[in-house]
């Protein structure tokens, strides 16, 4: 597609409740990464994927966190008993090269998560 | 203590004012600094990037990197309306590929 994708644009949970949030990466970019963004701050990184493999995840919060990209294109964010600081955006970038530096990211609208 | 910090604003500034944008990071190894624009409700998008310390030019725009000092400053010229958006400094080094970003300094051009 011409942009990142991410679904659900918005996502509304109970505390306790299992979510799944999408992406849908540009076609062919390698690099693929998750952020954590909090209401006033910026960006947090959560985890790093080259193709399928998941090189870096020092940013996930708690095992209650656990991401995939099982064919090296569309990537699932996964919280489990989602709790009330689980709230925040949670944005999903795409690079074409390995590394986000030297090409600068693209990155998604995000999904909006509220855990009431 | 973060390792990069961000005055989070709000700054209101005429249109056609020149903006000035800083960071300050603690972190020797970094070497790539980036700077994003972000609306309301959509994703960071890339506006500057630079590598080591200097200056880049890229129209009304203007990054500059001190890592004597490690200090990031944007500028912005003849500001506009549509410049109204959070902007984010962000830097990394080249073992990690992850960026660390500032906290976002919002910025409001009045018409």
């Known amino acids: 597609g011409a942009g990142v994708s991410q679904s659900p644009r918005y996502k509304v949970a109970k505390r306790g409740q299992d979510v799944a949030l999408r992406c849908d990466p540009i076609s062919g970019h390698v690099s693929l990464f998750w952020y954590q963004q909090a209401l006033g701050q910026g960006p947090e990184f959560l985890t790093y994927f080259q193709n399928e493999a998941q090189l870096d995840k020092s940013g996930l919060p708690s095992d209650r966190f656990f991401a995939e990209r099982p064919e090296g294109s569309v990537s699932t964010l996964k919280i489990q008993r989602t709790q009330q600081e689980d709230s925040a955006v949670y944005l999903c970038?795409?690079?074409?090269?390995?590394?986000?530096?030297?090409?600068?990211?693209?990155f998604g609208s995000g999904t909006r998560l509220t855990v009431v | 203590q973060k390792e990069v910090e961000q005055d989070p604003g709000p700054l209101s500034v005429p249109e056609g004012a020149i903006v000035s944008l800083n960071c300050t990071y603690s972190?020797?190894?970094?070497?790539?600094f980036m700077w994003y624009r972000q609306y309301s409700r959509k994703g960071p998008e890339l506006l500057m990037y630079t590598y080591s310390s200097g200056n880049k030019e890229d129209g009304r725009f203007t990054a500059q990197v001190d890592k004597s000092s490690k200090y990031i400053s944007l500028f912005i010229r003849d500001s506009q309306p549509s410049d109204s958006a959070t902007y984010l400094c962000a830097t990394s080094d080249t073992g990690r590929r992850a960026l660390t970003f500032g906290s976002g300094t919002r910025l409001q051009v009045q018409p």
């Open positions: 970038a795409s690079s074409l090269g390995l590394g986000g530096q030297n090409y600068g990211y693209t």
């Open positions: 972190n020797s190894a970094f070497q790539y």
